[in-house]
Each structure stands twice: as C-alpha cells, then as structure tokens.
C-alpha cells in the first residue's frame, strides 16, 4: 500500500505540537500525528526545517595590546610553522585514516539504511495491516451492536410470550381441575351405578336361581303327573282286560253290568281328560316357567352389558385424566425448560 503524500506544513506543524508537549520528533511520531505518510520522508521534512532555523549568534571579542600582538604573532608563526608540518603529517595520517573510517562509515551506513528501510517498509506494512484489522474490527464490533438489539428485542418478544403461555398454563390448570372434579364426580357416579348394577345382577341371579329350582321342582311334579298317568293308564288297561275276561266270563251278566260299564268307561273317559288338562296345564306352566327363565336370563345379559359398559366407559373417563394429567405434566416441563434460571 503506497503511503499517503502530504504538505510540509502539515508536517512541519505536527512536529511543532510534538515539540511543545515536550514528545521525541521521529518518524512514526509524525506519521501517527498527521495520520499517514511514510516516516522517513516526514522525519527528513522536519530535520530540513530544523536545520533552516538553525542561526550562529556571534558576539563581539576584546582587541589584544599590541606588545601581546606582536609575541602573539611571533609565536604564532613559529606554531604555525610546526603545526603546519604536523598538520600535514596528521593530514596525511588523517586522511588515510578518514578514508578507511569513511569507506568503512559508508559501508557500515549502507547497510544499515538498507536495514533502516526494510524495517521502515516492514513498520508501514504492520501499521497498515493493523488499520485493516481495527477497520474489520470496529465492522465486527457494529455487526455485534446489532446482533446484541436483534437478541435483545428476541427476548422481549420471548418474554412476552412467556407470560402467556404461563396465563394459558394456569388457565389449562384451572380447567383440568375443574375436569378432573366433574370426572371424579362421574366416576363416583358411575361407581354408584356400577354397584347397583352388580346388586341388581346379584339379585337377578338369586330370582334366576330360585326360579331354575321352581322350574326344577316343576319339572319334577310333571314328571310325577306324567308317572301318575302311566300308572293309571296301566291300570285302566289292566282293569279293561279284567273286564273283558268277565265280559267273556260272563256273558249273562252282560245286560246288567253294561250300565256299570258304560259309567265306568264314563268315568275313565272323564279321568283322561282331566289327565291330558293336567298334562296341558304342565306343559304350559313349564313353558311359562321357560319363558320366565328366558326372560330373567335377557334381563341378567342385559345387566352385565349395562356393567361392562359402566366399566368401559370408567376405564374411558380414567384414561382422559390420565391423558389430561400428561399433557398438564408436559406442559409445566416446557414451562420449567423455558422460564429463565
């Protein structure tokens, strides 16, 4: 990067207000004063004008007497005569020595501006970077201002929103209690209702039991009828086949136990009858009774139906608290993980 040119004057002026606070006048002095420029060429303007200022003040010297004069100038020539020929043996040793000491002075001072001027161009180029980096710097520091009011208006907004979701959440908490209690109230509710049912199902069995006995003692007096029926039919049968032996037997007695006969065949008619009603009236008593039986046994299926929904629909009710105690427990973890520490 070529170093920026500036006017004599303001470097001269820059030196000046170095001069008065009483600071060292170099390059880099001058170069940070004016802000820029190469050191060398700022420090070279300010050594010119320095020297131009530079006036020898002379001042008025006493006369000698003359007696003083005259020794003075004799020995002065005698001197000047010896210091001449030293002078010109110191000349010559002077010289040659100066020569040595020059070339020497002239090498040793090359090589040390070559020094000079590669420090002085490796100083440009470090002061030049470090401008470049302070300019990133402060486009970073300005890029970190804003980062800093975007975050900042963020967490206002965040805050905000924080304060309503925990209005939501008390709002939520508010309502799962109420739910949770009209739910407690619809499970005691339905508890109550599932053990009347289960006490209604209890004395339907016991009614069922009491009516599977009546049947079962129905069943045995039909039986029995039945059994009495058989009986008596044997017997009839027995009783005919006595009379008809007699009847054989008895060919002449015919006429006069024919009306005998005839009552008795009367009366065994009738008892038939009256058998086959009992055994109709039985029939339709156990049909009753089997009906009845069906009955109650609908009404107890019906019962346990009604119990198992009653269960379902507890298990339901205690799935929704259960379903609304998770979602009340998630929600208080994000509001824990959320809500500043």
């Known amino acids: 990067m070529r170093p920026v040119e500036f006017a004599q004057e303001e470097i001269i002026k820059a030196g000046q207000e170095l001069q008065e606070s ?38 008025p010297v006493a006369e000698l007497p ?27 040793k002077a010289v040659k020595a100066a020569e ?4 020497e002075v002239i090498r040793t001072a090359g090589e040390q501006r070559e020094q000079a001027e590669r420090e002085l161009a490796d100083a440009s180029q470090t002061v030049d970077d470090l401008e470049e980096q302070l300019d990133e710097l402060r486009a970073e520091l300005e890029s970190a201002q804003e980062r800093i009011a975007d975050m900042s208006r963020e967490n206002q907004v965040q805050a905000v929103e924080l304060a309503k979701v925990r209005e939501r959440l008390a709002a939520a908490e508010q309502s799962a209690r109420a739910a949770a209690e009209q739910n407690a109230a619809a499970i005691s509710k339905l508890n109550n209702a599932l053990e009347s049912a289960q006490s209604t199902g209890v004395q339907l069995k016991r009614e069922n039991d ?30 005919a086949s006595k009379l008809n032996s007699a009847l054989e037997a008895a060919q002449s007695e015919k006429n006069q136990v024919a009306e005998q006969l005839a009552v008795f065949k009367a009366q065994m008619v ?11 009236a039985s029939a339709q008593e156990a049909s009753r009774q089997a009906e009845r039986y069906t009955k109650v ?9 009604d119990a198992a929904k009653v269960r379902e629909e507890t298990a339901s009710l205690r799935g929704r608290i259960q379903a609304l105690e998770e979602v009340m427990a998630t929600l208080s973890k994000d509001i824990n993980i959320n809500s500043p520490k």
């Open 66 to 92: 003359i007696e003083v004069a005259d020794e003075v100038a004799a020995v002065t020539k005698s001197l000047t005569d010896r210091l001449a020929s030293l002078a010109v043996e110191l000349n010559d």
């Open 270 to 280: 009738a008892e038939q009858k009256v058998q086959q009603e009992q055994r109709k």
């Open 100 to 103: 040595r000491r020059v070339a």
């Open 210 to 239: 009491a009516h599977a006995v009546e049947l079962a003692q129905l069943r045995e007096r039909l039986a029995a009828s039945e059994q009495r029926a058989v009986m008596a039919a044997e017997k009839s049968e027995a009783e």
């Open 22 to 59: 009483g600071r060292n006048i170099t390059g880099f002095a001058l170069r940070t004063k004016v802000g820029g420029g190469n050191p060398s060429r700022l420090k070279q303007v300010w050594d010119e004008y320095v020297s131009s200022q530079s006036v020898v003040k002379t001042e």
């Open 297 to 305: 046994r609908a009404e107890r299926d019906e019962a346990v139906k």
